[in-house]
């Protein structure tokens, strides 16, 4: 009989956990968070062109329905849940996520809770108990973020960030399209749990030490468990009125410069949990100075550093505590007004009520907002699809189609699979294998082009390249180069004060976006040969590349039939960074000066000077030639203004 009662008392214990543990509602408040904030998401970009963003968002196309298995029989354990092979938009799976990271439902009740301030021993994740019910099922000593994330401690997450960001990685270098398409609905789902995990850092019970176990409901927490009246009163329908008119204001400053500097999802995470718990109470960890009275919390917990009831406002009319937020709202934060408090103004407990948790969501459903869309900013991969080459002359556009590495994507990946490239209004499709692509087509095709682009579709999100535009440069006829440095000798250290001016005489022939003009003079005993490349940027107009400039130059010279001409052989290369080559319409230079700059600039110099001389006998008669080599390949920045690089291009 002993045994039959533990048993009977085990099987309602999982029941009531069903009930009780799980944050928000998971088959209506999870999934509204996430589909609302990629609508708005979407219809911010809406507004944005691709070709700035470098991608365009296609996640609620149907074209775009993406195969994988979903929860289709909900249960409280893995035994009891069942899922099915479903085909999804990228949207729809982003929101079932929302829904199945609360599956099965028992285990995920205990690991959706992190305090950022680890009360407990310094534990973070739930160690509270809120009935006699839950000790029946053991803790797990994982806490919501290790588990979501999946690095570290959460690898037995099978929907993890971690796994989510694996079959990203593996749907880049898919070359069958069916099987990319099966591994991206994985991923979308990975990332829906990940934003049900965010959701719950922007719910003030998962982020304090506090079970709020809700079996029956917010108004039997008296007879089984202590309910959470933001959990149990939060409405799905509020957070589209929340995010309806979402601005820059709409956010928590501080908030949004941690935001913004994270590199890491778990940054983004942490980050919200410290914000909400640090801001919001829960029902049971109210505490702080009700005028003499000090409250403490109700769970028996220790208190939390903030908030606390002596640091808001009071407003004895309505018996209500309030705090200013940087972002302009009032929120309610609770109230405590008694029995009879109208007639004798008698003040009770501090409690939550529905008005208050409308309030405290009106400030925590923006900056969950902020929260997710850097989430997806991080998570979709940094793939850059680039037009390297255009050459008319052979019918070739060549181009690559590869990830640069993040903090979240710590490796190059290069992209299998078609790419789209778009001549003028006609479109082709290009083979992309490891990362690289190239497209023939016939050559009057591209001479008579206005503007080449590509994109990859990436069932869901279209990468774009910038287009690959014609210059415009070709009204600048003429150019002159004026390169002054100090240059130090590899064997002696001696300085070599370094002038050098090539003018153009001849009208600049371009070819696309860049030019090799070179120019060969000669007088009595001097013989120059010039060649200066430079290369502008296509996609942004009067940036600069690549600058390279070559000078040989020879001084002749003969004594008694000995050939004692001096070599002089010059290299210059320089390559932009940081919008240091820019060409200056109105000056009509780029000008490249001091220290800092040229270091930044510069990516190959060298001198080389050949020296003869003769040798001669007691006489004073030439019988032999001997040489020298001086060597020049670094250069004296100790003066900051010595060196200077500039070039004037100019339209006649």
């Not at 929340?242 to 980050?271: C, G, M, W, Y």
């Not at 860049?514 to 040969?529: D, I, L, M, Q, R």
């Not at 600058?547 to 052989?569: A, C, F, M, R, S």
Request: aromatic residues 14%; negative net charge.
């Amino acid at each position: 009989m002993k045994n039959i009662l533990i048993i009977i008392l085990g099987f309602a214990t999982y029941i009531l956990l069903h009930f009780s543990l799980i944050g928000y509602d998971n088959t209506k408040s999870h999934p509204t968070l996430n589909k609302v904030f990629l609508e708005t998401m979407q219809k911010i970009f809406e507004n944005k062109n691709p070709e700035e963003l470098g991608f365009q968002l296609k996640l609620g196309d149907i074209l775009n329905k993406l195969p994988g298995p979903a929860i289709t029989n909900p249960g409280y354990f893995e035994s009891t849940t069942g899922e099915s092979e479903q085909s999804m938009t990228p949207e729809e799976w982003i929101s079932h996520g929302g829904y199945s990271a609360d599956e099965p439902e028992v285990p995920a009740a205990v690991r959706h809770f992190y305090d950022p301030v680890g009360l407990k021993d310094g534990k973070k994740y739930l160690t509270n108990r809120g009935t006699y019910w839950e000790g029946f099922y053991s803790n797990p000593g994982i806490d919501a973020i290790e588990w979501a994330m999946g690095d570290f401690k959460g690898t037995d997450n099978k929907w993890s960030l971690e796994k989510g960001k694996d079959y990203m990685k593996r749907a880049l270098v898919e070359k069958d399209e069916t099987k990319r398409r099966q591994l991206l609905a994985k991923a979308w789902r990975c990332f829906g749990e990940v934003l049900h995990n965010l959701a719950d850092m922007a719910c003030p019970p998962h982020t304090r030490n506090d079970s709020h176990a809700a079996p029956l409901g917010l108004g039997w927490g008296w007879a089984l468990g202590s309910p959470d009246p933001y959990e149990e009163l939060f409405r799905p329908e509020w957070v589209k009125d929340f995010l309806s008119n979402i601005s820059e204001n709409s956010f928590d400053p501080n908030l949004l410069q941690t935001i913004s500097k994270a590199e890491k999802i778990r940054e983004v995470h942490e980050a919200m949990a410290k914000f909400t718990n640090a801001n919001f109470f829960t029902g049971e960890t109210i505490s702080g100075k009700q005028d003499t009275k000090n409250i403490k919390p109700l769970n028996g917990e220790k208190e939390y550093p903030s908030p606390k009831l002596e640091n808001l406002e009071y407003v004895p009319e309505e018996f209500t505590y309030y705090k200013t937020f940087p972002s302009g709202r009032r929120v309610k934060m609770c109230k405590d007004d008694g029995y009879f408090s109208s007639l004798f103004r008698n003040r009770g407990y501090p409690y939550i009520d529905l008005e208050c948790v409308k309030s405290q969501a009106s400030e925590l459903i923006p900056n969950f907002f902020a929260a997710a869309l850097k989430d997806f900013y991080l998570f979709i991969p940094p793939l850059e699809v680039i037009i390297d080459e255009i050459d008319s002359e052979n019918g070739t556009i060549k181009g690559t189609a590869k990830t640069y590495e993040t903090e979240e994507y710590n490796q190059i990946i290069g992209y299998n699979g078609k790419v789209v490239v778009f001549v003028d209004s006609k479109f082709y499709n290009a083979e992309c294998s490891n990362g690289a692509f190239e497209l023939k087509l016939p050559k009057t095709e591209i001479e008579n082009s206005k503007k080449i682009q590509a994109y990859v579709d990436f069932w869901g999100i279209n990468y774009w390249s910038q287009p690959f535009q014609k210059s415009n440069y070709g009204h600048l006829k003429k150019f002159m180069l004026e390169i002054t440095l100090k240059m130090v000798e590899e064997s002696s250290g001696e300085i070599y004060d370094l002038s050098f001016n090539f003018i153009s005489n001849n009208t600049i022939t371009w070819q696309n976006n860049k030019f090799t003009h070179k120019e060969k003079t000669t007088s009595s005993s001097t013989e120059k040969e010039q060649t200066l490349y430079l290369e502008m940027n296509p996609y942004e107009k009067n940036y600069i590349n690549k600058i390279i400039y070559d000078h040989k130059e020879q001084n002749h010279e003969e004594v008694g039939g000995y050939d004692l001409t001096d070599v002089i052989t010059f290299h210059l290369e320089l390559t932009q960074k940081d919008n240091l080559m820019w060409y200056s319409e109105l000056m009509q230079w780029v000008d490249i000066w001091g220290a800092a700059d040229l270091r930044k600039v510069l990516t190959n110099v060298s001198l080389v000077i050949v020296d003869k001389f003769g040798i001669y006998d007691d006489k004073g008669k030439i019988v032999g030639v001997n040489s020298k080599t001086y060597t020049y390949r670094n250069i004296d920045y100790s003066k900051d203004l010595d060196n200077r690089v500039t070039l004037w291009l100019m339209k006649q």
